[in-house]
């Protein structure tokens, strides 16, 4: 049964889901009555027709409810005048008339309860609807059987009343529950629809789920791009916000990447197609999104069991409730206060608060283009005590810049790019990009190539074996490094930059040093997880001198500087063996280890590529603020779903106490059981404005 997601909100199914027909004999899964009702009245997903029929239906059986509301408010004053028989034949006629416009009631608004509780694929769906429904009933046959022998026991309004708040508390919850969780729709209506593809020199609209790898499509401004594919013709500022969070549109032109579900602003675009449909970041990110959600957190799955047994322990307490009532005051009373106990009991704030607050917590972080890959992981974050960062890529700039290049000859410089072409590094992409911009660029072969992390790497090329790495490295083949050479290395450290040297087996041929800078961003991200009272520290392969500049400039005290992976996993370990919740946070390609490592792994600048990566939360753009953003929605998304707790476990302590003393009518009992699903449910969406 696990897995399951409810037809109408999407959000997955904790314990028995509901089957019903949804129209041409297809039946879904719903997480509850109230998103069938949704399902019927709003017709989202279902016909219109079926809408209007409902909320008739509806409409009407308040109104009904209401006369017998009223009526019944005559009863009891009629109890005053017991002598006067013309006053009692009017009683009399008033009784029947509250007969009459009860039973509508009775089969408008209960029968669909009752429905719930016997569904055809699963005989008796035992739940909560099932023991309204009894309630309900019990209290109308109650009261047919003292109007026909002239008893005074009548309770038509009570089980009027109660069907009506009990529909409306459903619909309540669950319309919220569907505003607040909408994230999802958004992400599918984002999935585009159509494709203009251009076919013989004529533009032809098909399916974009048909368009095939390698087919040109046509897209005009203010359009949707209709697939993942490269421009090859024209350029226009792309709104790609809903997949990085960005707002501001991005410039794209001739051989850049686009992808399906964003918007062309402003230019012609003729797009070559470079990936089946099923491969498209937008359609990924909804198969994300889905495993996403159906994680579950430690704490829903406290407040799951607790719900599991919430219902025999609170039917065992109204059957209690019944019998001393029924020895104490006879059958009336007892069947009147067993009902309140069942109606204030129902577990429906409990059990919805904490998966609502994390549900909703993870489509906003989405939203920001930070991706928590499971509730149980935004759970963990609010724990976090100390954030460590990786140094190249994290807190520097991921681009750096090449400042001087010292090689024997050019031939040099264009293997080391070969090389350098097979790692993902940040120093790698920088020197690529460098050397295609001075035609230094080179296709040549590379084989064996292999990686040192903390190091570098080594390959070869053109038969030639070709390190480049750090001073480490250097040492670690064992050769010595000529005085020019050392001589510019001492000129990188003492300016800060990244010195990379360029060797074979038998002699140092190069150095390439690298000039890097600090996030803009990053002095105000260190100062707002500062605020959160964290740890922070800097765990770097680079020189201690590097470490010195981003004390002094950041204010970071613990910076721990030449380290290589494994010392930045013991660090870690420390920390942990300290009894804290660690953050790592890194580029997630040549740090994954120490990501792995902790408690709760942060990669960088994944840009599209959130699927793969093995770190527990992807930020999409390279953005430090996101790095305290999340944790405050962490905090926040924790301490919501602990009042959403507490609020409802009181309200149901303090209500059963009412209910089994006999003090609560079965009518407050229905509106207390709606008005603290409303409470958990407005507490949660204060998730949205963090
Ligand atoms: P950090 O991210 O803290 O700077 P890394 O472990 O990523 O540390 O890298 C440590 C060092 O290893 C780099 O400063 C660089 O000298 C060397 N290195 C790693 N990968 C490469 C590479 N692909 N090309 C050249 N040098 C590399
Ligand atoms: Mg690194």
């Not at 029968?111 to 719930?116: A, D, R, S, T, W």
């Not at 959600?293 to 406290?302: G, L, V």
């Not at 994390?358 to 954030?387: C, N, P, Q, Y």
Request: contains cysteine; proline residues 3%; neutral net charge.
């Amino acid at each position: 049964m696990a897995n399951k997601e409810c037809y109408q909100c999407g959000i997955p199914i904790t314990g028995k889901s509901l089957k019903f027909d949804i129209g041409n004999g297809k039946v879904e899964d719903f997480c509850c009555f109230g998103c069938y009702l949704i399902n019927k009245t709003t017709g989202l997903r279902g016909e219109e027709g079926n809408a209007v029929a409902f909320l008739g239906k509806f409409g009407f059986g308040y109104f009904l409810a209401m006369l017998v509301f009223m009526l019944s408010t005559y009863l009891y004053g009629a109890h005053m005048t017991p002598d006067d028989p013309q006053a009692k034949a009017f009683t009399n006629i008033i009784k029947y008339i509250i007969l009459i416009l009860a039973t509508p009631v009775m089969i408008l608004l209960g029968i669909p309860i009752l429905k719930n509780s016997f569904s055809r694929h699963n005989w008796l769906n035992f739940n909560t609807d099932t023991l309204i429904a009894i309630g309900a009933f019990s209290a109308y046959f109650l009261s047919v059987y003292s109007v026909l022998t002239g008893k005074s026991a009548i309770y038509f309004e009570t089980a009027t009343m109660i069907l009506v708040l009990v529909t409306f508390g459903r619909y309540l919850e669950t319309s919220s529950r569907v505003k607040a969780s909408n994230f999802m729709k958004e992400l599918l209506k984002l999935v585009p629809q159509k494709a203009r593809v251009l076919i013989d020199g004529k533009e032809i609209e098909v399916l974009a789920e048909t368009v095939n790898v390698g087919d040109i499509v046509v897209v005009k401004p203010g359009e949707k791009i209709p697939a993942d594919g490269v421009i090859i013709e024209g350029k226009a500022h792309i709104d790609e916000s809903m997949l990085t969070g960005e707002i501001k549109p991005v410039l794209k032109k001739e051989g850049n990447q686009v992808y399906a579900g964003t918007i062309n602003t402003d230019g012609s675009l003729k797009i070559e197609v470079a990936k089946p449909s099923k491969e498209w970041t937008v359609n990924r990110f909804i198969e994300l999104m889905k495993e996403i959600r159906n994680s579950k957190a430690p704490i829903t799955r406290i407040t799951d069991t607790v719900s599991a047994y919430f219902l025999p322990v609170m039917l065992s307490l109204s059957a209690g409730a019944f019998a001393y009532w029924y020895v104490e005051e006879g059958f009336e009373k007892a069947l009147i206060t067993s009902m309140s106990v069942l109606l204030i009991s129902c577990p429906c704030a409990f059990s919805i608060g904490a998966p609502l607050a994390l549900w909703i917590g993870l489509s906003e972080a989405f939203r920001e283009g930070i991706i928590i890959k499971g509730a149980d992981i935004l759970e963990k974050l609010s724990s976090v005590k100390t954030v460590f960062f990786d140094k190249t890529g994290t807190i520097t700039e991921r681009f750096l810049q090449v400042h001087k290049i010292k090689a024997k000859d050019e031939e040099v410089i264009k293997k080391a790019c070969a090389l350098e072409k097979h790692s993902e590094h940040p120093l790698a992409v920088s020197f690529e990009n460098y050397c295609r911009m001075k035609n230094l660029d080179c296709d040549c072969k590379v084989e064996d190539f292999k990686v040192y992390f903390g190091y570098g790497i080594e390959g070869v090329v053109d038969c030639e074996r070709i390190y480049l790495g750090n001073k480490k490295l250097v040492e670690k083949i064992g050769l010595e490094i000529p005085k020019e050479i050392e001589k510019l290395e001492k000129e990188a450290e003492n300016s800060a930059e990244i010195p990379v040297f360029i060797f074979n087996d038998n002699e140092v041929l190069g150095i390439i040093t690298f000039a890097q800078k600090i996030k803009d961003e990053a002095p105000i991200a260190i100062k707002a997880l500062r605020k959160l009272k964290l740890k922070i520290g800097v765990l770097t392969g680079d020189t201690p001198y590097f470490a010195k500049i981003l004390r002094k400039k950041l204010g970071i005290e613990h910076i721990k500087a030449g380290l290589l992976p494994e010392d930045k996993i013991k660090e870690i370990e420390k920390e942990k063996k300290e009894g804290k919740v660690v953050a790592m946070v890194g580029d997630g390609i040549n740090d994954a280890p120490a990501l792995s490592k902790a408690d709760i792994g942060i990669a960088m600048g994944c840009g599209t590529d959130i699927t793969k990566e093995s770190a527990d939360v992807s930020l999409v753009s390279d953005d430090l603020r996101k790095v305290p953003l999340v944790l405050l929605l962490a905090k926040k998304v924790k301490r919501i779903i602990y009042t959403n707790i507490f609020w409802a476990f009181i309200y149901n302590i303090i209500g059963i106490g009412f209910a089994l003393t006999g003090n609560l009518s079965p009518i407050l009992a229905a509106l207390a059981m709606v008005l603290s699903s409303a409470f958990v449910i407005g507490n949660s969406i204060r998730v949205k404005n963090w």
